[in-house]
């Protein structure tokens, strides 16, 4: 079992939907919880990261944690062509060491 | 903020030959990754300094892979000899010593190995 599941995707949706990406991850020694955005042919990209269950929110994004469940969100809102990205889950491990460990990535396009 | 920097930027060799790879991370991190991307797949962490020093270099295939990090700020990957497994995207990363979590990745090189 991967420590972190998340699902390729593609995910494609109309501009101004809402779009939620998940991710599920198995290791409660996990503590911080990042969502990254990767342009084709880029690094990726730190959108926000959150420490405890609950929301987040920034602008248009919101992360969401479930620590009881082991279950992450990322929600968009009013879905721009240019959030058209792969989006990777990543959770910072603690346990045997200070580890990131990333999701495989969800294909998202917003088609306008 | 000046970003992470890496070069080259692509890099296309044969098989059996040697690569090297450049980072500069963002300044005043203590802390620099390298990372392996496949295709299709997340980063996966190939080997993790603090300053000068290994923290660790579990998944870094030894046998063919090196790095260093001179005077604790540059650093460079090597892979000697390639095969063609090794064709990924290589990423470096930075981070402040006091939140490891909180990784910046340079834009990568694109390695094709034929």
């Known amino acids: 079992q991967k420590e972190v599941e998340q699902d390729p995707g593609p995910l494609s949706v109309p501009e101004g939907a809402i779009v939620s990406l998940n991710c599920t991850y198995s290791?409660?020694?996990?503590?911080?919880f990042m969502w990254y955005r990767q342009y084709s042919r880029k690094g990726p990209e730190l959108l926000m990261y959150?420490?405890?269950?609950g929301n987040k929110e920034d602008g248009r994004f919101t992360a969401q944690v479930d620590k009881s469940s082991k279950y992450i969100s990322l929600f968009i809102r009013d879905s721009q062509p240019s959030d058209s990205a792969t989006y990777l889950c990543?959770?910072?491990?603690?346990?045997?060491?200070?580890?990131?460990?990333f999701g495989a990535g969800t294909i998202l396009r917003v088609k306008s | 903020e000046a970003g992470v920097a890496q070069s080259p930027r692509y890099k296309i060799i044969e098989k059996r030959q040697s690569v090297a790879f450049w980072c500069n991370p963002i300044?005043?991190?203590?802390?620099l990754y390298w990372y392996q991307q496949i295709l299709g797949q997340g980063p996966k962490l190939l080997i993790q300094?603090?300053?000068?020093?290994?923290?660790?270099d579990s998944q870094l295939p030894k046998d063919r892979f090196s790095a260093e990090r001179l005077k604790g700020v540059d650093s460079t990957l090597k892979i000697q000899p390639a095969k063609l497994e090794d064709s990924a995207v290589y990423l470096c990363?930075?981070?402040?010593?006091?939140?490891?979590?909180?990784?910046?990745f340079g834009p990568g090189t694109r390695l094709t190995v034929t």
């Open positions: 990543a959770i910072f491990r603690v346990e045997y060491g200070n580890k990131l460990v």
């Open positions: 300094f603090q300053n000068n020093g290994v923290v660790d």
């Open positions: 959150t420490y405890s269950s």
């Open positions: 990363a930075s981070s402040p010593l006091d939140r490891s979590y909180e990784q910046y």
């Open positions: 300044s005043g991190h203590a802390t």
């Open positions: 290791n409660s020694a996990f503590q911080y």
